[in-house]
């Protein structure tokens, strides 16, 4: 196992793997020291160096044979796949892997898939920005072609937001960027699959609510998505996925694909991954599908015979709610139990803390420094009543005076 994290961890070592695991070992929030111990062998060792994890997994292999590679990590399915092609082992292919982990190959595969391209352009200079907004503007994305977390993402809405993007020159350092034609929509959906023998099995879809106007951060994730979501939409999702997955080639493995409706209603691509979900989707399927996606993935590793449903009926909602307070210095909160007390909670991340001083949060990653909470509910409309109880009594107070609530 390539990267990954106490329950990824776990779930091998539950299911009877005898399991080598390459990666961080500090433990913390996300690893159990306890669950390391479980393993047969521990490396630690940075999971974005191939040829280094490559060296130490042959050395083992050769001791005692793997019987597949595997990684449920953005930062480690490409040395995953790397490992698995060169031992002649079961695990992700390298093609769907790579291509897919890179934005602009991802728009060379989608440009022959009917139905699936939209105007894009790799951009590396002010004139190639320019060029690509009096073409396909003025609604317009740039984003780094290999980037993460909605980082250093821009939305062109003008000539103001042109102007602001070539004085910033993202590009100046050497950097590329993909300029695309932006879907009209702040929702984006997600369609998180298990592909066995080249069929594609779709587990669940989510629904990612940005906030929008030119911020890419998540405010909240829902699994199933809300009314007014239909068997139309899911399967217009569900088809234009299905596309993504053979264009590139996937043969074997986990996929998490984000697509967005435009205002067509027709479901266009965003990008597509050979991992989960950030921000336990996986774990929100699970509960509202009862499928295990990971274990079941564990098992086809030895065995091509395993029990994979298509568009299991969801029996219950979950949520993943942000926090999402603006910046300023924190004097105080509100007591974190209003999160971590919500009825059927499952885990929460609290982070702001008397004393710090929050920055604006933009993206993804910037979201890191605040925290969220992840609930199940019976159905959306108790969903989001829960989400509106946390609104009312969750806070946080600045030293200028202000206090501030979530919103939903």
């Known amino acids: 196992m390539i990267g990954g994290w106490t329950d990824c961890i776990q779930k091998a070592v539950d299911g009877g793997f005898d399991v080598t695991y390459f990666g961080p070992t500090e433990p913390g929030y996300w690893l159990d020291a306890e669950v390391l111990a479980r393993c047969e062998h521990v490396q630690d060792v940075p999971v974005g160096q191939p040829a280094l994890c490559l060296a130490l997994a042959r050395r083992l292999h050769e001791e005692r044979p793997y019987a597949g590679v595997v990684?449920?990590?953005e930062y480690g399915i490409e040395t995953s796949a790397i490992i698995g092609d060169a031992l002649?082992?079961?695990g992700l292919s390298p093609w769907p892997t790579?291509?897919?982990?890179?934005?602009?190959?991802?728009?060379?595969?989608l440009d022959d898939a009917p139905g699936l391209a939209i105007p894009w352009c790799k951009v590396s200079s002010h004139d190639d920005v320019e060029e690509f907004y009096r073409d396909h503007g003025p609604d317009v994305i740039v984003k780094p072609i290999m980037g993460a977390g909605s980082a250093e993402v821009y939305h062109l809405r003008a000539e103001r937001d042109l102007k602001e993007l070539i004085i910033a020159a993202p590009w100046a350092d050497g950097g590329s960027f993909l300029a695309e034609k932006r879907i009209d929509?702040?929702?984006v959906y997600s369609v998180e699959s298990l592909t066995i023998a080249g069929r594609h099995h779709v587990i669940a879809l989510s629904l990612e609510q940005t906030v929008g106007q030119g911020n890419s951060a998540t405010t909240h994730i829902m699994v199933p998505p809300p009314p007014p979501f239909n068997d139309a939409v899911r399967d217009e999702l569900v088809g234009?996925?299905?596309k993504l997955l053979d264009a590139v080639g996937l043969d074997w493995g986990i996929a998490h694909t984000e697509l967005m409706i435009d205002s067509d209603g027709r479901a266009y691509p965003i990008e597509s991954q050979t991992r989960i979900g950030g921000g336990r989707i996986y774990q929100m399927a699970?509960?509202?599908t009862g499928f295990k996606q990971i274990d079941t993935a564990l098992t086809s590793l030895i065995s091509d015979e395993v029990d994979v449903p298509h568009l299991p009926a969801p029996t219950s909602v979950c949520v993943m709610f942000r926090l999402l307070?603006?910046?300023?210095?924190v004097t105080s909160v509100a007591d974190p139990g209003v999160l971590e007390n919500v009825e059927g909670a499952f885990a929460s991340q609290i982070k702001i803390r008397p004393g710090e001083a929050l920055t604006p949060v933009v993206d993804n990653v910037d979201l890191a420094q605040q925290g969220a909470v992840w609930f199940e509910?019976?159905?959306?409309?108790t969903a989001q009543a829960r989400i509106q109880r946390i609104c009312t009594n969750y806070w946080v107070e600045y030293a200028d005076g202000r206090r501030w609530h979530p919103k939903f």
Not at 325 to 329: H, K, M, N, T, W
Not at 377 to 381: G, R
Request: a neutral charge; aromatic letters at 6%.
């Open 88 to 90: 002649g082992i079961k």
């Open 71 to 73: 990684s449920f990590t």
């Open 240 to 242: 234009s996925a299905i």
């Open 286 to 288: 699970e509960r509202t």
């Open 98 to 109: 790579a291509i897919t982990r890179d934005k602009v190959w991802t728009r060379k595969a």
């Open 325 to 329: 307070a603006p910046a300023g210095e």
């Open 377 to 381: 509910a019976p159905d959306h409309d």
């Open 185 to 187: 929509s702040d929702s």
